[in-house]
């Protein structure tokens, strides 16, 4: 590794750089050398609003993403990841807005699920600890109106979180319980109805298959039954006659 002298070192040259998206372990290693929360969230807003523009300037259907687009791009990944080495949730307020609006009704431009994977897991990162459940439902207004997406995702990590390390005997911690109050009252009593009437008709359209299933068993079985009974009558008849024949 080069001998860097901090953060911003770096930054240059990974932007330099024509393989801007190999030796993915070097760029990781190089920036946590430096992180601090200043440090990164400065980055962050800086290389997000290059991409931003980058973005915004082109022409969906005939360009691609200019190569200075696509070096802030990297940039940018390489610092929201390096977040989750500060073991420090408290920096999630300050990045919700990188979650983008999404749907048919938004005209705004997309990351692609690269991206959007790897923020969504360093937010909701159970690494942090429990507490990062409270910094999230104090920050889940700080989103876009079109970034439900990304609170839903929110919402259901910190369940499975809570219940996922239960024991038989014994009486779990349940931080979900404690941060739920934390949110806005509306917003996160709209989530969670969202949530449960997926749940609900997941369960329904799993109702009609386990049924359809059952019906197809029962027409077959039946089919069996009567193909049985059918070849046994049409034997008995052959036998009968063979007999009185002989006779």
């Known amino acids: 590794m080069k001998n860097y002298t901090c953060l911003q070192d770096v930054l240059d040259d990974l932007y330099e ?73 408290s920096f999630i307020p300050q990045v919700m807005r990188y979650f983008l609006p999404s749907g048919k009704e938004v005209d705004h431009w997309g990351m692609e699920d690269i991206w959007t994977e790897m923020m969504l897991q360093t937010v909701a990162d159970s690494d942090l600890g429990p507490t990062y459940m409270h910094w999230i439902m104090r920050s889940l207004h700080l989103l876009h109106p079109g970034a439900r997406w990304a609170a839903s995702y929110f919402i259901f990590n910190m369940i499975y979180h809570t219940f996922d390390d239960m024991t038989s005997g014994q009486f779990p911690d349940l931080p979900v319980v404690d941060a739920l109050p934390l949110g806005k009252r509306d917003l996160v009593l709209s989530l969670l109805d969202e949530k449960i009437e997926r749940y609900k008709q997941s369960l329904e359209e799993k109702k009609k298959k386990i049924l359809n299933n059952v019906l197809i068993c029962i027409t077959l079985f039946t089919y069996m039954l009567f193909a049985f009974f059918t070849s046994s009558f049409v034997f008995s008849s052959r036998h009968i006659n063979t007999t009185l024949v002989n006779i």
């Open 17 to 89: 750089t024509q393989e801007i998206d190999a030796g993915e372990k070097y760029w990781k290693e190089a920036i946590k050398k430096f992180a601090t929360k200043e440090g990164l969230l400065k980055a962050l807003s800086h290389y997000f609003e290059l991409w931003d523009r980058e973005e915004r300037d082109r022409d969906y259907l005939r360009e691609l993403l200019s190569l200075e687009g696509q070096k802030a791009s990297w940039c940018f990944y390489y610092l929201f990841e390096a977040l989750s080495s500060l073991k420090d949730p």
